[in-house]
């Protein structure tokens, strides 16, 4: 993809590490971090990556498809109908955003490290 550098550019640049409370240098070494991160984990333990997937759908399945306490939670919520989108969407981005599934796959190499030690 190749990003046109102009003016707009910039400015979107600026506006977003501003709402970011960020210089725009400390933002876009933040966005190189994580997509080094991710090339990491795609590129060295792909397997592990997948298998994390897997049990992390299965997780969210059981969680917000198959388990009826959970949407009777978000249900008996008195901003419920406000809430529901909300929360597909959190489902969305966390099953399928590939820098949201990653830093949950970290989250997840760091758990797993600490209960086999």
Do not use: C, R
């Amino acid at each position: 993809m190749l990003i046109d550098i102009n003016d707009e550019f910039f400015n979107e640049l600026h506006d977003v590490s501003d709402s970011l409370e960020m210089t725009v240098g400390e933002y876009l070494e933040n966005l190189h971090e994580k997509n080094q991160s991710l090339k990491n984990i795609l590129l060295d333990d792909k397997e592990g990556f997948q298998e994390f997937i897997k049990e992390f759908h299965l997780i969210l399945d059981d969680l917000f498809i198959l388990n009826h306490e959970a949407l009777t939670i978000v249900n008996e919520n008195e901003k419920s109908e406000i809430m529901k989108p909300v929360f597909i969407e959190l489902m969305k981005m966390s099953s399928s955003d590939i820098t949201v599934l990653s830093k949950l796959y970290e989250v997840y190499l760091q758990s797993s490290k600490s209960v086999s030690q």
